[in-house]
């Protein structure tokens, strides 16, 4: 059974950080592409970060680029979206996501197979 499970969502003002994690099962992790995405209501999926698990590459949107780390914790089979800056238009539903990968990752969420459920960060002015 795949599974991918979200935290650390939350709600902070403008110029502060969170931390996202994301529980994957062993599987996942080694073998895939796991990325993060994010829905603001009323708009569209927005692929927000990717790592590829064969050579570690990663793929930022350019909108995140220089405020957002993406990162593995290999022991706990994590994986971590640092989020700094924070500006009000990051606000939305946050998914981790992933997909059997050889190669290089996408971030165009029709790409992905196996989604958590989302974990909500707010950002303030």
């Known amino acids: 059974q795949v599974q991918l499970v979200e935290s650390g969502g939350g709600s902070v003002q403008a110029g502060g950080s969170l931390r996202l994690s994301c529980a994957a099962s062993a599987y996942i992790y080694l073998t895939h592409c796991m990325a993060w995405f994010r829905q603001a209501p009323g708009k569209e999926r927005e692929g927000v970060a990717a790592v590829y698990s064969g050579d570690g590459s990663i793929y930022y949107a350019d909108s995140v680029k220089g405020r957002f780390t993406i990162s593995r914790d290999i022991g706990k089979n994590s994986l971590i979206l640092q989020m700094d800056s924070l500006k009000p238009d990051d606000t939305a539903m946050y998914y981790c996501?992933?997909?059997?990968?050889?190669?290089?990752?996408?971030?165009?969420?029709?790409?992905?197979?196996?989604w958590g459920q989302g974990t909500q960060v707010t950002v303030s002015s």
């Open positions: 996501a992933a997909r059997t990968a050889v190669g290089a990752c996408s971030l165009s969420s029709l790409w992905y197979t196996y």
